[in-house]
């Protein structure tokens, strides 16, 4: 476990779901949403109540590590949209800054084009915003400030009572 | 690689399944999903053949409870165990916070055993993680069928770094839990030594 794990605080989260909720006012879609490359939700905007999104956003990463194995077999460095196209819902699925995967379904109401011109725009928004989330976790590292750590006073006990 | 999440108050950890084909990883995913709380558990995805071999992966997210007001989840993954899904095993490994290594206990499917953990160091080590240094439990699995090899024999070919382990038969459930929650206390321990 390197300094690779991602560490989402409130106010970086709090312009991510802005950023979230504005595409998807934008683009007219149903849902959108953010996951990590490892198949973890970050934050969603839109319907979601109908909808499974942690199997969702695992099968998501599970889509785009495959296509990335299929890019890397033909020489490519990653295929960064993937679009799939059904006899209602669309689901455009875009990978931003090599971490991260935007996905937007939607329907008749929008359309791949539109999608396509917001998705791109946001996508640079987003970017900004997991770079701010970087240099701010490894700041927080190397001061040392980790008051707030969830884990600086886990027990055992608290562990163990995980599996009552 | 875990997500902490300081908005949503929520640890998400992966955790995955490894081992040779048939060993019964799918097998302890079907158990816990089983056995677990209807609000504890999400779907239990099986990407998997008509033969209902693993394809590419099964998944099944548990929600365990709170640790200091933390919602702390696991992502439970298997891998496909077929030598040829290589490239797709690979893949599962991206993130991974801890691995069991799901060992059949046949004589005959000894072999399998040791490519598969050599397959599992090779990909995590691709993926830039080293075995030792993971949290890393080993399920004996099958002990109720008649021609396994004694633990302690598999533990000297599978197991020199004496990691955590346990007899399992995922059929009917013993050893699910316990390494379930093994591998989750380590992942939960490493990851208060880093924050």
Redesign the interface.
Known sequence: MSGSDLIMYEEEFSRIDEELQRLYVQTNAKVVFLVDKNGQLIASAGETRDIDTTSLASLTAGNIAATGGIARLLGEKEFTILFHEGENDNIHISLIGQRVILVVIFDKRSSLGLVRLRVKKSSEALVKIFNDITSKSEKEKSVDSFDESPFAEISDEDIDNLFR | ????????RE??C?IVYYGPGLCGKTTNLQYVYKKTNPDQK??L?S?ATETERTL??D?L?LA??D????K?RF?LYTVPGQVFYA??R???L??V?GVVFVADSQIERMEANIESLDDLRINLAEQ?YDLDK?PYTIQYNKRDLPNIAPVENMNRLLNPRNVPYFDGIAVTGPGV?ETL?NI??QV?????K??
């Not at chain 2, 690689?1 to 908005?7: A, Q, R």
């Open positions: 690689m875990s997500f902490i999440n300081y908005s949503s640890i998400n992966k999400g779907k995805i990407l590419f992966f998944f997210p365990l409870g640790i200091k007001g933390f702390v992502h490239a797709s690979k893949l599962i991206k993130g916070d830039g993971l839990f929650k989750a206390k939960l321990i490493e990851l208060k880093h924050y």
